[in-house]
């Protein structure tokens, strides 16, 4: 008699947008931090311009380089994400690429844009995926030690 093992996948669930957004503040939370830091110990080049220094660069890359390779990493999360128990998946379930997790950085504001003009249109939100997870094909679910 042979026996054969199958490992079944355990069931998913999509995180509700409360939790996502707490998340994200963390996230934010931190990012700010670091540029806070950042800025308190170096010398702008131009005290005068705000929002157009040299270093604006640097914080956009910073906030780049955290969100998409914090969410293609093994931990598939943000350290908001992960200490709030989500995790950022393909359709599939399966980890993203960091191609993928930086087209979801990208389509990010534009997400946060169109889902503020359904709140104020008071527009059922529909799905809990949202635009961003659409276009880059992913979902955030809560990992399976939370479940």
């Excluded at 010398?43 to 955290?66: C, T």
């Excluded at 093994?74 to 690429?97: N, P």
């Excluded at 844009?113 to 995926?129: D, G, K, N």
């Amino acid at each position: 008699m042979q026996l054969s093992y199958q490992k079944t996948k355990p069931s998913e669930h999509v995180a509700d947008l409360g939790t996502r957004m707490i998340a994200f503040c963390l996230d934010f939370l931190l990012i700010l931090t670091l540029i806070g830091v950042i800025e308190y110990y170096t010398i702008s080049s131009n005290e005068e311009a705000f929002l157009l220094k040299s270093e604006r660069l640097l914080h956009f890359l910073m906030g780049w380089l955290y969100f998409a390779g914090s969410e293609s990493s093994a931990w598939q999360a943000t350290l908001g994400k992960h200490l709030l128990g989500l995790r950022v998946a393909s359709t599939r379930g399966e980890r993203i690429s960091f191609k993928r997790a930086t087209i979801r950085y990208f389509a990010r504001p534009i997400s946060i844009f169109v889902f503020i003009m359904r709140a104020l249109a008071s527009s059922p939100l529909t799905s809990l995926q949202l635009l961003h997870d659409r276009v880059a094909r992913t979902k955030v679910v809560i990992s399976d030690r939370q479940a």
